[in-house]
């Protein structure tokens, strides 16, 4: 027991140790991160916040670029290898080992680090629309008690449940702001600027402004309930058109491929190709061509279903 405890805390040490010289070598890397990120268009500081990619800009930056140094070095060692392996000259040695990381990985990576908040943004901003209604209700319910917005937003775990993992986000963010003594109509204003949701958005703004000049909340709420109402029935029906069209491509294909099989097969009769038989198309066709089609109309039909679902 006394070993286990032993090699255990020398593990964390270890790891500590370990951490901190990476952090040491990261740290002139961060810089150059930074400015690459920020030579972009975007506010990506919302939205690695608003994804939940990091809970900062800061932390953010920092595990992109201790997940960069590693690959940037390892494609150097790979391509050095490489070249020694085939027994290129010295020169071409050193080239790889600049080319390889510089020109290929870093780009890679960069537009990685890059797209994968805004996908995970977009994505949960869809998601969130599809579960605002029942932020509003609880919010509704909440409101009725006549206590302050940091009582309600504190309360939202409870009466949310389990799907107050949903808003996590913009409600910790708010609570953590206003104990920090940022003024709620402030804490409000600045989680609407992060969050991904139209809804959650127009609410958090709504709310802030109805906090500063001193309104009641109630009006606020059954008035972004309607609209979200209205707007979630127009979904609703682009989501029922894309869907009917997804049915109408499957349908197309299921009746197209045994057209094509036969076609094909009456010319390999005709025309016989060394390297294509009449039974490799059918299995071709059969195990890959038809389940592949299927599987993705399934896919995007449940991917549509479920942003709607609330």
């Given at each position: 027991m006394l070993e286990s405890h032993i090699d255990s805390s020398l593990l964390r040490r270890l790891r500590r140790k370990l951490y901190s010289v990476l952090q040491v070598l990261v740290t002139p890397f961060e810089k150059f991160v930074a400015l690459f990120l920020k030579s972009f268009k975007i506010d990506l500081e919302t939205i690695v916040i608003g994804s939940g990619v990091a809970t900062s800009y800061?932390?953010?930056?920092?595990?992109?670029?201790?997940?960069?140094?590693?690959?940037?070095?390892?494609?150097?060692?790979?391509?050095?290898?490489?070249?020694?392996?085939?027994?290129?000259p010295p020169l071409v040695i050193a080239l790889l080992a600049l080319v390889a990381p510089l020109l290929i990985v870093l780009p890679i990576a960069m537009a990685l680090a890059i797209s994968i908040p805004v996908i995970l943004y977009r994505n949960r901003g869809e998601v969130l629309e599809s579960k605002a209604l029942q932020l509003l209700l609880a919010l509704s319910l909440l409101g009725a008690s006549g206590q302050s917005i940091y009582k309600n937003l504190e309360a939202l775990p409870i009466v949310?449940?389990?799907?107050?993992?949903?808003?996590?986000?913009?409600?910790?963010?708010?609570?953590?702001?206003?104990?920090?003594?940022?003024p709620v109509d402030?804490?409000?204003k600045r989680v609407s600027n992060i969050t991904p949701s139209q809804t959650l958005r127009e609410l958090f703004s709504s709310l802030a402004s109805a906090i500063a000049i001193g309104g009641g909340i109630t009006n606020v709420l059954s008035s972004l309930l309607e609209r979200y109402v209205s707007r979630y029935s127009i979904r609703i029906e682009k989501s029922v058109e894309t869907l009917n069209v997804y049915m109408e491509v499957y349908v197309a294909v299921a009746l197209l491929i045994p057209v094509l099989v036969?076609?094909?097969?009456?010319?390999?009769?005709?025309?016989?190709?060394?390297?294509?038989?009449?039974?490799?198309?059918?299995?071709l066709t059969t195990l890959l061509l038809v389940p592949i089609a299927s599987t993705s109309i399934v896919v995007l039909s449940d991917v549509i279903v479920s942003r709607m679902r609330p």
């Open positions: 800061r932390k953010y930056v920092e595990k992109v670029s201790m997940a960069l140094l590693p690959a940037l070095l390892f494609s150097s060692i790979a391509s050095t290898l490489l070249a020694l392996h085939l027994s290129a949310l449940g389990k799907d107050f993992k949903f808003f996590f986000i913009e409600i910790d963010l708010a609570t953590s702001l206003i104990r920090a003594g940022v402030e804490a409000l036969g076609s094909i097969a009456a010319l390999l009769l005709l025309y016989p190709i060394s390297w294509l038989s009449f039974d490799a198309l059918m299995i």
